[in-house]
């Protein structure tokens, strides 16, 4: 799949199940991962000492440790679940065949080349 169609970060999650708050998930490859998409690594960096509030209600202070493992899942996944839910269920075969478990297996860039 073309990062041009679907960003590195977001073939990470849907195709490999890996998020930014695994600790596989190198954070120099998030950082790179969200730049390839569009993001500004000094934007996402402005959080740094506000207040967030995320989907389940909670809030913290963002923190350098913080920003890339609770943010960043926050901001750029858990607010398209709906989405990403349908296009898992369809790469699942309905729950049928676990793709992402098999994908898991290979780094990103052999994946992207399948």
């Given amino acids: 799949i073309s990062s041009l169609a679907l960003p590195p970060l977001y073939q990470n999650w849907l195709l490999r199940d890996c998020s930014p708050k695994d600790e596989d998930y190198d954070n120099k490859d998030v950082l790179k991962h969200l730049s390839d998409g569009g993001t500004i690594e000094k934007a996402l960096y402005s959080y740094l000492g506000e207040t967030f509030e995320f989907e389940d209600g909670s809030t913290e202070i963002v923190t350098k440790q913080s920003i890339l493992t609770r943010v960043v899942p926050e901001i750029y996944l858990h607010?398209?679940?709906?989405?990403?839910?349908?296009?898992?269920?369809?790469?699942?075969?309905?729950?049928?065949?676990?793709?992402?478990?098999?994908?898991?297996?290979?780094?990103?860039?052999?994946?992207?080349?399948?």
């Fill in 79 to 114: 607010s398209r679940r709906n989405a990403f839910e349908a296009i898992q269920e369809g790469l699942t075969l309905d729950g049928d065949y676990s793709l992402r478990e098999f994908l898991r297996s290979f780094p990103l860039e052999a994946v992207q080349k399948v």
